[in-house]
């Protein structure tokens, strides 16, 4: 972070320029001039109140006369300009974050302002701070998503369960309701387990899954997440996990008072045949079910 961005008398004197033009020139470079100019050129397209021009000479030759004129100073100008960064502050605030979600079955590329790639799985939100992104590469993520981090400043990306963070990597997290899952592809991450003093390093092909507050460590021998490739698979997961995958991936729910959720299972299912799915996740389990007409209730027995 430059000094531009830290001393706000800069954006006051390029509010009243009165920057030289060897200041101009290095302000003119950096990320803050960019996006303070952006808000510059929104604001100017704001419109003022007709003003009656005649009436307004009148009133200041007026004033001129009884010796009301004041000289108006530097610090002056910085008022007004600290006090237009403030109004646009509040006004943009309401718009300065960017969010993104996906649907029930449906994955999105995204492109980071600093140029890292996520990729996000269905039935996920994910969301950032529109403006001085690399000054903080900070994320909130509720649900899954696949990262490739460009090396820079500290990346972060923040969960129910806690907050992750890198500087360049390619690692996978899932937040759900009832599960955590952090895979390391590439690099090293931080885990900081939210609410505890649990800190964690996972390496290349690295694993952690947290369920009912109890943190397992294993391996993985993939250099990508297999959902990408439209496959779920699960190695000795409790059903109620591979249901709940079932739900993210097709518009479904599913009817369970007459089976034990807790059964583990191993095995796969694609993503794009609902019966296709349904049929090798439930019947090598010894499971019956039934698929409502319109297909989106799964009876179990």
């Known amino acids: 972070m430059n000094k531009y961005e830290t001393d706000k008398s800069y954006l006051a004197k390029w509010a009243a320029n009165e920057l030289s033009k060897e200041e101009l020139a290095e302000f003119m470079q950096t990320d803050a001039y960019k996006d303070f100019n ?20 009148v009133k200041t030759k007026t004033k001129i006369k009884k010796g009301k004129i004041v000289k108006l100073n530097r610090n002056f100008w910085y008022s007004i300009a600290a006090s237009i960064a403030l109004l646009l502050g509040g006004y943009f ?28 799985n269905a039935n996920s939100s994910l969301s950032h701070k529109r403006f001085f992104w690399n000054n903080k590469r900070q994320l909130n993520l509720d649900g899954e998503a696949y990262f490739e981090v460009k090396k820079g400043s500290d990346f972060k990306v923040i969960t129910n369960y806690g907050n992750v963070t890198v500087l360049g990597t390619k690692f996978n997290v899932k937040s759900r309701k009832h599960i955590f899952e952090l895979n390391c592809f590439e690099g090293k991450v931080k885990f900081e387990q939210k609410n505890t003093t649990n800190k964690k390093i996972l390496n290349a092909n690295d694993k952690i899954i947290i369920e009912k507050e109890i943190i397992s460590e294993l391996k993985t021998q993939f250099n990508k997440p297999n959902w990408i490739k439209g496959i779920s698979l699960f190695k000795d997961r409790p059903l109620q996990d591979i249901l709940n995958e079932l739900s993210s991936m097709y518009n479904i729910s599913f009817k369970t008072e007459n089976i034990d959720t807790s059964q583990r299972f191993s095995g796969s299912f694609i993503h794009n045949n609902l019966e296709n799915a349904l049929k090798t996740t439930l019947t090598p389990m010894g499971i019956v079910y039934t698929l409502s007409e319109d297909k989106t209730i799964v009876s179990l027995q």
């Open 93 to 120: 605030g309401l718009y300065s974050t960017k969010n993104y979600t996906t649907p029930i079955g449906e994955q999105l590329a995204i492109i980071l302002p600093d140029g890292s790639e996520v990729q996000l």
């Open 38 to 57: 952006r808000i510059n050129i929104i604001a100017q397209q704001f419109k003022g109140p007709e003003i009656d021009k005649k009436a307004a000479l």
